[in-house]
C-alpha cells in the first residue's frame, strides 16, 4: 500500500520515432478507417506524407497519400524486389500483393492485418 509520502510514479508514454519512410517500405496503418492493414510504400511526398499500396483496394493507378505519424515501419522488400520501385506507374498491383504475402508468411504479422488475396 502506497503512503503519502511516496511520490507517484510518471506513466511513460512511448515517444514516436519517426523514420523517413522510403520506397520498398512494409507499413501498417495505426490510424484511420484502413487501421491495421498492411501497404507498400512506392514514393515518398517529403517528410510528412508518403504513397502507400496493398494492390488490391489501394491500387498503384490510385496510391493512398499518408500521413508517416499513422503508420508502423515492419520491415522493407529485397534489394532485388525494390528495384522494381524505381518507377511506380510500371508496377504491376499482382506483384505488390505477392511482396506483401511473402512479408506475411516471413514474418510473425497478426494475420487479421496479413492479405488473403492469393
Given at each position: 500500500m502506497a503512503t503519502g509520502g511516496e511520490q507517484a510514479q510518471e506513466m511513460e508514454v512511448p515517444t514516436l520515432v519517426l523514420e523517413v519512410?522510403?520506397?520498398g517500405s512494409i507499413v501498417q496503418s495505426v490510424a484511420g478507417r484502413d487501421s491495421g492493414n498492411l501497404y507498400l510504400v512506392i514514393a515518398q511526398l517529403d517528410d510528412r506524407?508518403?504513397?502507400i499500396v496493398d494492390g488490391q483496394t489501394?491500387?498503384?493507378a490510385n496510391p493512398k497519400k499518408k500521413n508517416i505519424k499513422h503508420l508502423k515501419l515492419l520491415g522493407s522488400l529485397e534489394k532485388e524486389q525494390c528495384s522494381v520501385l524505381?518507377?511506380?506507374k510500371k508496377i504491376a498491383d499482382?506483384?505488390?500483393r505477392q511482396f506483401l504475402q511473402a512479408f506475411c508468411e516471413k514474418k510473425e504479422v497478426d494475420?487479421?492485418?496479413c492479405p488473403n488475396r492469393m
Amino acid at each position: 500500500m502506497a503512503t503519502g509520502g511516496e511520490q507517484a510514479q510518471e506513466m511513460e508514454v512511448p515517444t514516436l520515432v519517426l523514420e523517413v519512410l522510403s520506397p520498398g517500405s512494409i507499413v501498417q496503418s495505426v490510424a484511420g478507417r484502413d487501421s491495421g492493414n498492411l501497404y507498400l510504400v512506392i514514393a515518398q511526398l517529403d517528410d510528412r506524407f508518403v504513397l502507400i499500396v496493398d494492390g488490391q483496394t489501394r491500387r498503384v493507378a490510385n496510391p493512398k497519400k499518408k500521413n508517416i505519424k499513422h503508420l508502423k515501419l515492419l520491415g522493407s522488400l529485397e534489394k532485388e524486389q525494390c528495384s522494381v520501385l524505381s518507377d511506380p506507374k510500371k508496377i504491376a498491383d499482382a506483384a505488390i500483393r505477392q511482396f506483401l504475402q511473402a512479408f506475411c508468411e516471413k514474418k510473425e504479422v497478426d494475420a487479421s492485418a496479413c492479405p488473403n488475396r492469393m
